[in-house]
């Protein structure tokens, strides 16, 4: 038995469907250049018209300023690609929500960005009431966005009958927990990126869980002070370095592996060479793990059961930097684990260097995908699990 309220296991013919999805695109000169969102959310929306319910959909879209229209912040042009990929008419409503609330007259209609209303981030009652006025069921579908104590995507659900879970959030609850729950073993975790600050929650759940963890990117730099190399100018948190020593401390105790590279990639005026971890020199930059570290790397990864992958290891962005997460990627694409990534700039790396399908599963949530990880209660899952 599940232990959430999900939007399949309700009876919802004929009646009015009110679902929050993350329809939150990226645009370039006034175009959708990634629609993965979109398409995220169909199964959802294809599901509950299947069933012949009238459906409402909000989302939010972009940072506009809360309580001002902004054509710039508006969902139009995602209303229209959405009736592209469903092939049927999306009807478009541009009345602001604390208005006039949803009537279910089509089949199918999307409103304004839940951004433009007054109240909609400090989760307002009022607002909150009027946007579930009429709805027989609320679908919380948006994961990217359930970790927002927002109007749309939390307080809502005290005003709807119903409060559900659709098949995109139940999906990402799903694989996300794979992780812990009974996972293949050996478990191994990469945690990669620029600041250690933002995934130190993440390792102290990890290192509890996991048999090991691949630290790379700027993060693993701190690792490397701690443990007493000179780092030079390499980015760097130097207030993280006693929760960096903790965590390989625990890391002994629960006897879990975590590599530190053996040799990286530098940055000194202008030109990149690869050096021993420990030669590095005051004036030089970590921006990248060297060949010898992504040997080590490759061999975890292909041994593991299940892979859990947040955060570039180098600056892949840059060509002279790229090699180390390059490796990770493809080493990743072909191993036998189980594999599961987020992260928006992970994200962009996996569809630099190999595709999206070459991962078992890849979750559409950045900010909520590593508050997942860590262990908290996200609000707008808070609101389908079963009292
Ligand atoms: P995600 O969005 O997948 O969670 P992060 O935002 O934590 O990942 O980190 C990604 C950024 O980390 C990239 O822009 C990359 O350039 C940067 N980065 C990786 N390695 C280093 C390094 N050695 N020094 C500085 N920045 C780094
Ligand atoms: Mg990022």
Redesign the pocket.
């Known amino acids: 038995m599940s232990d959430y309220n999900e939007l399949v296991n309700i009876d919802i013919a004929g009646k009015n469907i009110l679902i929050r999805e993350d329809l939150n695109v990226p645009l370039e000169n006034g175009k959708i250049i990634n629609d993965a969102r979109i398409r995220a959310a169909i199964p959802t929306i294809k599901y509950a018209l299947s069933k012949g319910a009238k459906l409402a959909i909000i989302s939010h879209f972009g940072r506009p300023k809360e309580g001002e229209f902004n054509e710039k912040f508006s969902l139009r042009l995602v209303a229209r690609r959405l009736s592209e990929i469903l092939k049927m008419e999306v009807f478009f409503e541009d009345k602001p929500l604390d208005v006039k609330s949803p009537e279910y007259k089509n089949n199918i209609t999307l409103y304004e960005n839940t951004r433009f209303l007054n109240g909609e981030k400090s989760g307002d009652s009022k607002l909150a009431e009027k946007i579930a006025k009429n709805c027989d069921v609320f679908v919380m579908d948006a994961f990217g966005s359930s970790h927002r104590k927002h109007s749309s995507t939390f307080t809502i659900s005290k005003y709807a009958p119903i409060t559900c879970g659709g098949l995109l959030l139940m999906n990402e609850i799903l694989n996300i927990e794979k992780i812990f729950k009974d996972p293949k073993k050996p478990v191994l975790a990469i945690i990669?990126?620029?600041?250690i600050s933002?995934?130190l929650n993440i390792l102290k759940k990890l290192i509890t869980k996991v048999d090991a963890i691949i630290i790379?990117?700027?993060i693993?730099?701190t690792f490397l002070l701690s443990s007493g190399y000179s780092i030079g100018k390499?980015?760097v948190e130097a207030d993280m370095v006693i929760d960096a020593k903790k965590i390989i401390n625990i890391a002994k105790e629960k006897n879990v592996s975590i590599p530190l590279p053996k040799d990286v990639v530098c940055e000194s005026s202008n030109n990149s060479f690869i050096k021993n971890t420990n030669e590095i020199t005051d004036e030089e930059m970590?921006?990248?793990i060297g060949p010898k570290t992504s040997t080590i790397y490759k061999k975890f990864i292909k041994e593991a059961g299940t892979i859990l992958w947040?955060?570039?290891?180098?600056?892949?962005?840059d060509a002279l930097f790229e090699n180390g997460t390059k490796d990770i990627a493809c080493s990743i694409k072909d191993a036998k684990a189980l594999t599961i990534a987020g992260?928006?700039?992970?994200?962009s790396a996996i569809e630099k260097f190999i595709n999206i399908e070459d991962l078992d599963y890849i979750s559409t949530g950045?900010g909520a995908f590593?508050e997942f990880l860590e262990g908290n209660e996200l609000p707008g899952i808070k609101i389908i699990k079963k009292l």
């Open positions: 990669g990126g620029s600041k933002t995934k790379g990117g700027g693993a730099n390499s980015l970590i921006k990248d947040n955060g570039p290891v180098g600056v892949f962005e992260g928006g700039d992970t994200i950045g590593l």
